[in-house]
Every structure is written in structure tokens, then in C-alpha cells.
């Protein structure tokens, strides 16, 4: 696919029950470029009023059993037709997501074949999902069903909203449910385009409806709505714990998908050139932004200096600026997160942390851009080696036994991800069976995609998005037990 430049629509509505719409109160929000500061568009700004027409849409959608009576194979046909018109736009996609996300338009492109993998992934399972037939002995026929929830409300974070939101928003319709998603108020653009290729697509009133507000008005009222059934959170764990109150009240079920602090175990056996560049990677991509990222690395004490002067030199000579510049590293996506990113840098050197590279912003640039930092000399305490970043920083810890590398490993509130790097299939395994994360990457930070289920443990959240496990999350069984 070529790479190319298109202007940015200066105008985005919301779209609701299958047309598009301003916003009850005619109020905009200004989407800002990363990599410079300025006003790309206008999205209108949906409010609690916007909120309640959503769901009602996709809850006329629901009961009408406008999905219900599509069956299932034909919703996995419907799938791949939006995936084909989601290529249609994927120039505009691209551009969208380098100007409003900080992407490169390389970056861009391969979200929308992310998206369109989920897609088309799903779209083959959806005349998979079998229920079970229990013996109950002669007169008696007894099956499950998987029944959908119903509306499930979406609420999607900056750092990826179209592949975030795609997963979730495919698993929902396969199994039935329709959907009300907002989108991230920092960069909603792309999600929007995806409501244009469902449009393109024929998918029914009301089955989708995208909006974007902020978080504590139309988020907030989303997943404390009366009238959803289910929700999907990604996002951060103290905005995790305010949802999770809201749907306390009604009983909602949820899917969490929140942060992480994941670590990389480092063996002294490894081919420290290749950990040096996957922990790099790991770290760097996307500027650190992304749940997954490798924030920590936990090195064994004998290879401790070597890898650190690696991994200096593959953060020294990553080039960072605009995205739209083919650089290795954009901007973090707002003066907000650049500020927080700092301050807790700072908090590192205060706590006695050496800095090897990085810990400030790069001056001179109008963007939020932070320079790839490493910190070393680092305390398993430390508020740096506890807290997520969600930006370029790297903390190398220590460690002198499989036994202490897998406690601190292990010694966050968060469990998302974990990496170990050895060429001991045994240690791997050691290693992989001890860590509480719920994904594993062995010698390759991020091996895995669309196919492998995903998800956190603690205070990273539950269930599972990406994989055959993720279409569970969508549907309830229902026992069905017949007196012949
Ligand atoms: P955030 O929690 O600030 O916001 C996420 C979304 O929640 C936004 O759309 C926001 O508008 C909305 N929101 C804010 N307050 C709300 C409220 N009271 N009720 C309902 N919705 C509300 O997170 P962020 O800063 O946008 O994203 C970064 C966080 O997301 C990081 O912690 C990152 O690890 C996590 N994340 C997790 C995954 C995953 O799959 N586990 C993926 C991407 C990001």
C-alpha cells in the first residue's frame, strides 16, 4: 500500500442510529495536532442528551432482533464487507491517525489492517460458536445457547482507537449485541471513519453508534446509563474503578482492559543484541503509549551494563518528530501527558535513580515530544518502577536469582504483560508458569496478535479481547432443558 497525503475534514458529527448528527448542545471540541500544537477539525461534542438517543437507537436495534435474525454466517459476511470499506478509506484513516494520534502514516496503514484482521478474523468464527448438548438421560433434550447481552456501551482510549474499538465492536455484533461506543476525546477521528464504512457496509440502524465526548460527561453517563447492558473499558485503572462503581449499580457485566507496568526478564544466556532491540521496540513504539509496552526490564547482574549500553544506543539513534516525517518516534498525544510523563522523571532522579538517557522533553520542538529515556539504579519501591508511565521510559532493575527476577517481576499492582529472554527452553517455561501477567513474550516482546487472546490480571483488569476467548466475553449461555 502506498503512503499518501490527504487533508483532514474539518468538521465531524456524531453518528447515531444510522445518520449524522450534531450534538444536542451545537458544542464543538478542537482536535489538536501532537506534533505541533495546532487545530486539525472540529468534532461535535456529545452530551448526556446525545448519549440517551444512542442507546435508545441500539436498543430498538436489539429488541427489534434486527441483528437476531441475521444468521450468523451472514454476520460474518457483513463483517468482511465493512473490512472492504474500511480499505476504501484506509489513505484518510492513515492521515487521520498521524495528524490526531501522532502516528506515522506507516503506523497509520497498519491500524487499518489491524482492524480489517479483526474483522475478518472474527467474521470466520461467527458461525462457530457452538453451544453443548447435555445427556440428561431418555425424555429429555438438553443444549446451551450463547445469548448476547444486549447494548454494550464502549469506551475506547487515545492511544489506538481504531483497533481498540474494532475488536470490540466486532465481537459485539457477531454475537448479536449492538453498540454504543465513545470515542477517545483526544483522537476520535478514525472510529468515525469505521462508523462511515459500517454506513458503506448496509449494517443496520442503530447496530453501531459512535459518539465522542468527554470522559466525565458522556463517558461517565454512558456506562451509568439504565438501559446498557454490558460494557467494554479500556483505559486506566482509576478511570477502570469509577466504571466499574457505575455498573455496580445495575449489576452490568464488564470486560476491563486497563494498564500495565509489564516487565522483561533477561537471562544471561540471551542474544543481547536481539534483547536490546525488542526491548527497544517494546518500549519505543508509539512513544511508549500503548497498555503493553515493556516498561521494565530485569536483568540479570552480569549482563546488567552491557545491555544497557545496547539499549542506550538504540534509544540515541531512534529519530523523533512528526509522524507524517517518517520519524522512528512521534509525539505523546498531549501537553497533559508530556507534563505527566516528566514530572515522573523528576520523581525518579529525586528518588536516587541514575539517568542513562532522555528524562525531559525535547526542547525546541512546538510538539509534546519526550526524548527515550532509560533509568538505572532503580528500586524495585521506586514510584518509577511502580507506576505506569505510558511514554518512552524504561526502568532496568537488577537481579541475581531466577527466584528474585520472577518477584519482581511479579511485584506491581498490574499483571497485563510479561517477557522473558533466554535460549533455555526450560527457564522459559520456568520462567513463563511463575509470572502473573496474561500474556507471555518469550525472547520477542509482542509475539502474538489478533489471534491470541489478551488481557490483564489485578489491577490490569479481566477478561479477554483478540482470540477465539474473546467472543465469550460477548454472549451468556442459556440452558435449555425440554420434557419430551
Ligand atoms: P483514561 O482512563 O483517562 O480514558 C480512557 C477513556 O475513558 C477515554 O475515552 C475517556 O474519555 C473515558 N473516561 C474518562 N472518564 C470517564 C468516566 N468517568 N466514565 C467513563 N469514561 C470515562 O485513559 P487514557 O489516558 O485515555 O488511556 C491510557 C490508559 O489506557 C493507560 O492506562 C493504558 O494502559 C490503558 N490502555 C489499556 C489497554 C488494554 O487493552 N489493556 C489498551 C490501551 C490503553
Redesign the pocket.
Known amino acids: 500500500m502506498g503512503e499518501t497525503v490527504t487533508t483532514i475534514r474539518p468538521y465531524w458529527k456524531n453518528f447515531i442510529d444510522g445518520e449524522w448528527t450534531d450534538g444536542a448542545s451545537n458544542e464543538r471540541l478542537v482536535i489538536t495536532n501532537p506534533a505541533t500544537g495546532d487545530p486539525i477539525a472540529e468534532v461535535a461534542r456529545a452530551m448526556p442528551a446525545d448519549v440517551d438517543r444512542a442507546v435508545a437507537a441500539a436498543r430498538r436495534c436489539f429488541d427489534n432482533r434486527n441483528l437476531a435474525e441475521i444468521p450468523p454466517h451472514q454476520r460474518g459476511e457483513m463483517m468482511r464487507e465493512v473490512s472492504l470499506r474500511l480499505g476504501e478509506l484506509a489513505d484518510e484513516i492513515a492521515n487521520v491517525e498521524c495528524f490526531d494520534n501522532g502516528k506515522t502514516l506507516k503506523g497509520g496503514y497498519e491500524d487499518v489492517t489491524l482492524a480489517q484482521r479483526y474483522l475478518n478474523y472474527y467474521a470466520g468464527m461467527a458461525d462457530k460458536l457452538e453451544g453443548r448438548q447435555i445427556p440428561l438421560g431418555e425424555g429429555v433434550l438438553d443444549y446451551t445457547t450463547h445469548m448476547p447481552f444486549g447494548v454494550s456501551a464502549q ?6 482507537p481504531l483497533p ?1 474499538g474494532v475488536r470490540s465492536i466486532t465481537c459485539a455484533l457477531l454475537t448479536g449485541n449492538t453498540v454504543v461506543l ?5 483522537s476520535p477521528l478514525s472510529l468515525f471513519l469505521f462508523a462511515e464504512a459500517c454506513e458503506r457496509a448496509g449494517i443496520p440502524r442503530g447496530a453501531v453508534n459512535i459518539i465522542c ?4 460527561d ?7 446509563h439504565g438501559d446498557i447492558d454490558h460494557i467494554v ?8 474503578r ?2 466499574l462503581r ?1 455498573a455496580s449499580e445495575r449489576i452490568v457485566p464488564c470486560i ?5 507496568k509489564s516487565g522483561g526478564i533477561v537471562y544471561p544466556d540471551a542474544d543481547l543484541g536481539q534483547v536490546a532491540k525488542s526491548a527497544a521496540r517494546g518500549i519505543f513504539h508509539h512513544a511508549g ?5 515493556g516498561s521494565r526490564l530485569i536483568v540479570h547482574r552480569s549482563i546488567h551494563d552491557e545491555l544497557v549500553a545496547r539499549l542506550k544506543d538504540e534509544a540515541e539513534t531512534l529519530s523523533v518528530g512528526p509522524g507524517i516525517d517518517g520519524c522512528d518516534m512521534g509525539p505523546l ?1 498531549s501537553a497533559r ?1 508530556l507534563d505527566r510523563v516528566e514530572s515522573l522523571c523528576r520523581i525518579g532522579v529525586s528518588e536516587g535513580a541514575t539517568l542513562v538517557t532522555g528524562g525531559a522533553r525535547i526542547a525546541g520542538m512546538p510538539g509534546h515530544f519526550m526524548a527515550p529515556t532509560i533509568f538505572t539504579q532503580v528500586r524495585p519501591e521506586m514510584r518509577i518502577a511502580q507506576e ?1 508511565f ?1 511514554g518512552p521510559v524504561i526502568v532496568v532493575l537488577p537481579f541475581d536469582s531466577p527466584e528474585e527476577a520472577i518477584a519482581v517481576a511479579n511485584g506491581t499492582d498490574y499483571g ?1 504483560a510479561a517477557g522473558v529472554y533466554t535460549n533455555d527452553l526450560r527457564l522459559a517455561h520456568w520462567t513463563a508458569d511463575r509470572l502473573v501477567a496474561g500474556q507471555v513474550y518469550v525472547n520477542e516482546w509482542w509475539t502474538g496478535g489478533v489471534e491470541t487472546p ?3 490480571t489485578k489491577r ?2 479481566y477478561g479477554r ?1 483478540k482470540g477465539q476467548e474473546a467472543l465469550l466475553g460477548y454472549v451468556q449461555t442459556k440452558n435449555v432443558g425440554i420434557r419430551l
Open positions: 469506551i475506547v482510549p487515545w492511544n489506538g481498540v465513545k470515542s477517545p476525546e483526544d465526548g468527554y470522559g466525565h458522556a463517558g461517565a453517563s454512558l456506562t451509568a473499558f479500556t483505559g486506566s485503572v482509576e478511570t477502570g469509577s466504571v457505575a476491563m482492559e486497563l494498564g500495565g503509549q500503548i497498555c503493553s509496552a498525544i501527558q505506569e505510558f497485563l489478551f488481557g490483564g490490569s483488569g479481547e
